[in-house]
């Protein structure tokens, strides 16, 4: 009775000291209006106190209004001004403000998008301890978006946020754990880290705990555990967990097959632009692999995944007008195998390195082009199949004299070191030779490390 007494006078001065225009009353009660706190949940009503208090100049009531106004709740959404009021209020130092102002300018909602000015802004609140700042601020450290890309920087801000018990931040260093990003590799924090932002509920967490039971990481392999985990994700909206539960269902692991649901979930994905969806589905689009062959939409998938640089898909869109496209476009394809080659793609590299062999129609030839990116990518290649492919293109060019001096001797011993790994093409150029195989390779060295 005693408690029940005391918060109806608390109310009771509340109702006075607003209705005298205090402001700081004014924002309490708005609060209590928006979470539904002693008194009855109403939007509408914490916008009107919240609008009361925010002309009075209050920085913590600009603040919750500019968060009414981008969420759209009890309001007609309006970021423009959301983005007026955070600005109000973060110029008066309120941490919260200052963080939500930096994520408009992080997205680019409602504000032209700036990387600096966002790093600017969740520096300023993360200096006032804002775990949320924290963990934001560590991403863009991260992702190197608007400063140098740290790993250390990012696991330190990370730290910060997560002693404050930040479930992203907890998310976010669980992963540098897991991966060795920035600090040591260590399982046991990595899964200690998720679990923890797990019970928080964090999706984020829950798709990446999933990640190492399916690969049987630092615990026992489980997809049984690994679908419950992306379920739960997939559940928030998580696209990378949707694509993964999907891959599941395609491949009946720990779950019952189901191709229909496993669709329907890569299209969740798709949908909210994840380009490892993108990917994963254009391929078996190409493959027909647990959906029936479509070309087209196949193509259209890795286009929008390239698109967000995507190694892989940008390679694949190369290959695509290369060879599948019913109008084969080559000078199109030599521009997405560049974009690929220059992260590294030994496919691409492959590729590019034989248009620029003998070149190909819109694409001059360029052999001294064509070696380097042909040595480039049988040293990288991860099958060895594929290396011996371009060590046989190697070959050619010496044979050739394609851009360098006519060499047999040099030609052969990558002929040789191709066909003693019995790459046909290479056999058959060996075969009928004067000499063997292990003759050539005792003058010239097999000295090339294939990928297992």
Known sequence: MGMLNDTFKELLDLLNRSNAGDPSALYALGQMCENGKTVEQNSKEAIRLYKLAAEKGLG???????????????????????????????????ASAQSNLGHMYEKGNGVEQNYKEAVRLYKLAADQGLARAQASLGFMYYEGK?????????????????????????????????????????????????????????????????????????????????????????????????????????????????????????KLAVEQGDSTAQTDLAYRYELGKGVDQDYKESFRLYQLAAAQNMAFAQYKTGYMYERIVFDKDYSEAAKWYELAAKQNSSQAQHRLGIFYKEGRPGVAANPARAKELLEYAARTYQTEAHALDALYELGEIYEKGLGVEKNMAVAFKYYAIAAKRE??????????????????????????QFPK
């Open 60 to 94: 913590e009531a600009q603040n919750n209004l500019g968060l009414m106004y981008v969420r759209g709740t009890g309001v007609e959404k309006d970021t423009k001004e959301a983005y007026n009021l955070f600005k109000q209020a973060s110029d008066k130092g309120i």
């Open 146 to 266: 608007g400063v140098n890309q740290d790993y250390k920087e990012a696991v330190r801000l990370f730290k910060l946020a997560a002693d404050q018990g930040n479930a992203r931040a907890r998310a976010n260093l669980g992963y540098m754990y897991a991966w060795g990003k920035g600090v040591d590799q260590n399982l046991k924090e990595a899964i200690n880290l998720y679990k923890q932002a797990v019970e928080q509920g964090n999706a984020d967490a829950q798709a990446n705990l999933g990640i190492l039971y399916a690969m049987g990481k630092g615990v026992a392999q489980d997809n049984k555990e690994a679908v419950r985990l992306y379920k739960l994700a997939a559940d928030q909206g998580n696209a990378r967990a949707q694509a993964n539960l999907g891959h599941m269902y395609f491949e009946g692991l720990g779950v019952e097959q189901d191709p229909k649901e496993a669709l329907r979930l890569y």
């Open 423 to 448: 790459h046909p093409k290479a056999v058959k150029k060996i075969e009928g030779q004067p000499f063997k195989i292990s003759e050539i390779l005792e003058l010239a060295g097999d000295n090339i």
